[in-house]
Each structure stands twice: as structure tokens, then as C-alpha cells.
């Protein structure tokens, strides 16, 4: 009730101020015509009236899409460290067939101590726990042998054989390396000059030098034999 009093007075307020603004534009000489048409532009605004809705106006133009897919990388992301060092094909094949050589060795050193399969001479308990231990951990460890080129991996054969604690007898685990590396060569049609010992004896030392001098020989051959190929 209040508030429509409120409204009300407000209303003859309005009316009152505009009466009284006619009044003085009439004494100025104003028509009651012109003072109408004032008052209604004055009031009305004008309306303007969307071409589309509010919720779908235009909108800019968008990105095209790639009419083609990139093309898929050649090359995986596990490249071969042969082609990375730019090794010829026959240093690649002869490290490969080192790699091969020393994985063959480590399975049956283990395959001998853990299924006792690859059987050779029994050793005593305290060697054979030993080998079951230390030995299998010092086998899986140059079996995992990585190199590039063929000096490396030589290198690291060198680190294992050379080394204070290698044993060179017919039960240990470079026995086993060694008779990989002389079938190697024998397979290779190498002039193997390395005989392997008799059944119940170890391995000189002084092995480990003359294979690696006939596996640099191979290399030597191998690599010759390649560029001939590649030549005619």
C-alpha cells in the first residue's frame, strides 16, 4: 500500500515537471506539434533488429585442418649402435656373432649350475655355491656387454678376463666363454691355432690373448673379403 502511494506521487511529480517545461517552451515560442515530436524522439529509442540469434552469432574464420597426415618416422627409436658408429658390415656381423657367442655361454653356465644340464666334471659344494651365487651374477653381467664397435666390446672382454678374480677352470664361467669363442672361430673357417683342453683340465690364462688375436684376424679377413664383394 505504501509503495503505491510512493509511485503515485512520484507520477504527479513527473507530470507536474512536465507541465510546467511546456509551459516555458510554449512562452519561447514553441507549437504544442514541435514539442510533441521532441518529446517522442527524445523517449523512444531506436530498435535494431539482429539478422541472426544471440546464441549462433557469426563467428571468425576457423583453422583449416591438414589436408594430409605427417608421415611416420623411419627411422625406430631404437637404431642400431653399429649404424650410429658407422661400422662396416663385417664389424657389425662379427660383433653380432660375439654378442650371440657370449649369451650362449651364459645360459648354459646357468642352465649347468641351476638344472644341471651342459654337465662337465663335478666341482665340490663350496664351488658350486659359488658359481650358483657370485659366478651367475658375474655371467649376466657381461652378457649384458653393450659396444659399438669391435675394439669395445674386445675392451670389455679384456676388463672381465684380465681380472683378478676370474678363474680359468673347467667349472667357472670362462671356460664356457672360451669354448663359445673357439667354435666362433671355428665356424668361421679360422685358423684356429687355440686347442680346447681335455676333459677334467682348465684353461691356460694365456687363452684369452690368442683368441682375441685370431678374432682381429677374422676381422681383418672379413673385412677384406667385403670390400670385395662390394667392389665387383
Not at 687363452?207 to 665387383?232: D, F, G, M, P, Q
Amino acid at each position: 500500500m505504501k509503495q503505491t502511494k510512493a509511485n503515485h506521487q512520484e507520477t504527479k511529480i513527473e507530470n507536474k515537471t512536465v507541465a510546467l517545461r511546456k509551459e516555458e517552451l510554449l512562452k519561447a515560442g514553441f507549437s504544442e506539434t514541435g514539442i510533441f515530436k521532441q518529446s517522442s524522439a527524445r523517449t523512444s529509442a531506436p530498435v535494431v533488429k539482429l539478422n541472426h540469434p544471440t546464441l549462433s552469432r557469426a563467428m571468425g574464420p576457423k583453422r583449416r585442418l591438414p589436408t594430409q597426415t605427417r608421415p611416420r618416422r623411419e627411422a625406430t627409436f631404437f637404431t642400431s649402435t653399429a649404424q650410429e658408429s658407422g661400422v662396416s658390415g663385417s664389424e657389425e656381423n662379427l660383433i653380432n656373432k660375439l654378442t650371440q657367442a657370449i649369451k650362449s655361454a651364459q645360459v648354459k653356465y646357468r642352465e649347468h649350475y641351476l638344472k644341471g644340464a651342459f654337465s662337465r666334471q663335478e666341482s665340490g659344494w663350496l664351488s658350486g655355491l659359488r658359481h650358483r651365487m657370485l659366478g651367475q651374477s658375474r655371467a649376466q653381467s657381461v652378457s649384458e656387454i653393450q659396444a659399438n664397435t669391435f675394439e669395445a666390446v674386445l675392451k670389455k672382454l679384456d676388463d672381465f678376463f684380465y681380472a683378478p678374480e676370474t678363474r680359468y677352470n673347467f667349472h667357472s664361467f670362462t671356460s664356457y666363454l672360451l669354448d663359445e669363442f673357439i667354435l666362433l672361430l671355428e665356424q668361421a673357417n679360422s685358423s684356429v691355432t687355440v686347442i680346447r683342453p681335455k676333459s677334467g683340465e682348465h684353461y691356460n690364462p694365456t687363452v684369452w690373448s690368442e683368441i682375441r688375436e685370431s678374432l682381429a684376424a677374422l676381422l681383418k679377413e672379413s673385412s677384406l673379403n667385403y670390400n670385395h664383394s662390394a667392389t665387383s
